[in-house]
């Protein structure tokens, strides 16, 4: 069984975090209006988003830009910390690129937590073409928490 948590599961004190206008994350931050206002919510233990990206996020011949990707994976494996409730930032990430994406493919966007040890959280996420399921980009990531 598959259960959903959604904004509104969120407890109060962390949903007005999240609402707030001083969250001007680029990639989920509901206060940036220039951001790419993705919504994140936990499937079971997978945090996960979705994604289609605009000719303004090229990077070059109708690819979606590389940093732009790695920004969300970075989100998609934080926000499956800040969805239990812990905020935490980057201390360590690697990424794997294995395909292009062009401008306009809807993606997937998955989050795990890997292991745990005291402050130290490592996770794995994921970009996935919903067109064919394959993976475009891949990373690993160290965050602190707290």
């Given at each position: 069984?598959?259960?959903?948590?959604?904004?509104?599961?969120?407890?109060?004190?962390?949903?007005?975090?999240l609402a707030s206008a001083a969250n001007q994350c680029f990639v989920c931050g509901p206060g940036n209006s220039a951001g790419l206002q993705v919504q994140f919510r936990m499937d079971g233990d997978v945090c996960r988003g979705e994604f289609?990206?605009?000719?303004?996020?090229?990077?070059?011949?109708?690819?979606?830009?590389?940093?732009?990707?790695?920004?969300?994976?970075?989100?998609?494996?934080?926000?499956?910390?800040?969805?239990?409730?812990?905020?935490?930032?980057?201390?360590?990430?690697?990424?794997?690129?294995?395909?292009?994406?062009?401008?306009?493919?809807?993606?997937?966007?998955?989050?795990?937590?890997?292991?745990?040890?005291?402050?130290?959280?490592?996770?794995?996420?994921?970009?996935?073409?919903?067109?064919?399921?394959?993976?475009?980009?891949?990373?690993?990531?160290?965050?602190?928490?707290?």
């Open positions: 069984m598959t259960v959903e948590r959604k904004v509104t599961d969120i407890p109060p004190e962390h949903l007005a975090d289609t990206a605009a000719p303004r996020h090229m990077g070059y011949d109708n690819v979606v830009h590389g940093g732009l990707l790695f920004s969300l994976l970075d989100d998609v494996m934080a926000n499956w910390l800040y969805l239990q409730g812990e905020r935490c930032f980057t201390a360590r990430a690697e990424v794997r690129y294995r395909d292009k994406l062009p401008v306009g493919v809807p993606v997937r966007l998955e989050g795990r937590l890997v292991k745990r040890r005291g402050r130290l959280a490592e996770l794995q996420g994921q970009v996935i073409r919903v067109d064919n399921d394959g993976v475009v980009v891949e990373a690993t990531g160290k965050f602190m928490v707290g």
